[in-house]
């Protein structure tokens, strides 16, 4: 087989090649003197490969050696610790690198890129969210960005799910807050969700406020506006139908502070993730 040949055979096989490569890269012995990991990613199979730095440079040379090549163009260089926010780990991420996945494996994987979440948000929230959501990849449902400010498109967005969700907001003051609900969102006469459903603020240290037991108000939604938390006329957390004006106060079923430095708030972002099963 000719060189140029060659380039192309490795280019065109680079996935089947470092599966086989890959296990013998690292070990657990080796923990606190391995190099920077990298991923290689193709980019429309959604599948990676973990390799060392020092390997980087001979695969970067080997895709740009055919640039006009298609294949070279399917797979691209980023770094493990910047991929978890935006990308889903395939299983054989997981199989042939197992300390990434004893470092992460609480740790929620987004499969989109969040304009609101970066990683100390999701270090923080791991440790409160349940077990059954642990191990799952998070999927964006909803993103003001996309899809627009409309209460009507959010529940839209996720009719017929039946998982849990995340809901991030972030103020015109810069400050991150949501809440986590056992239920998705829904047009109900009554409230819904579990105990499982918190609220939580960065503010700017973390904090989450969870289920009181004082009562069971933990959301409720209607076509003007969206509900968590309440009791005594006060709600946790009230957005509006459009998703641009909102309020938090304490309420007894959280016994949570107001979730931004402003009970009346100006919503700038927002999005709701939901676990991908």
């Not at 080796?30 to 001979?58: D, G, T, W």
């Not at 895709?63 to 090549?69: D, E, M, Q, R, V």
Request: include cysteine; hydrophobic fraction near 35%.
């Amino acid at each position: 087989m000719g060189s140029n040949q060659g380039q192309i055979f490795w280019v065109d096989h680079l996935y089947t090649f470092f599966v086989q490569w890959s296990p013998n890269m690292y070990s657990k012995a080796n923990k606190k003197h391995r190099q920077p990991r990298y991923l290689i990613r193709e980019k429309h199979q959604n599948r990676f490969l973990v390799v060392k730095k020092s390997k980087v440079a001979v695969i970067s040379k080997l895709l740009l050696s055919k640039p006009g090549n298609p294949s070279a163009k399917n797979w691209e260089i980023i770094k493990v610790k910047d991929s978890h926010r935006r990308v889903s780990l395939c299983s054989s991420v997981e199989s042939e690198d197992p300390e990434y996945q004893e470092e992460h494996e609480d740790i929620p994987v987004l499969s989109e890129f969040s304009e609101l979440l970066e990683d100390h948000h999701l270090e923080n929230l791991a440790s409160h969210m349940p077990a059954r959501t642990q191990g799952y990849p998070w999927q964006l449902v909803y993103s003001i960005a996309i899809h627009g400010s409309s209460l009507k498109t959010l529940y839209r967005n996720m009719a017929g799910l039946d998982s849990p969700v995340l809901l991030v907001i972030r103020d015109m003051h810069k400050k991150v807050f949501g809440a986590f609900s056992s239920e998705p969102f829904r047009i109900s006469k009554h409230c819904y969700g579990t105990g499982e459903t918190f609220l939580f603020s960065f503010n700017p240290d973390f904090q989450a406020y969870r289920w009181s037991g004082e009562n069971s108000y933990f959301v409720s939604g209607s076509l003007d506006s969206l509900h968590i938390g309440g009791g005594g006329g006060e709600f946790g957390l009230w957005l509006d139908a459009d998703l641009y004006h909102g309020s938090s106060l304490s309420c007894p079923t959280f016994h949570n502070a107001p979730l931004s430095t402003h009970t009346d708030f100006v919503v700038k972002g927002l999005e709701v993730w939901t676990v991908q099963k």
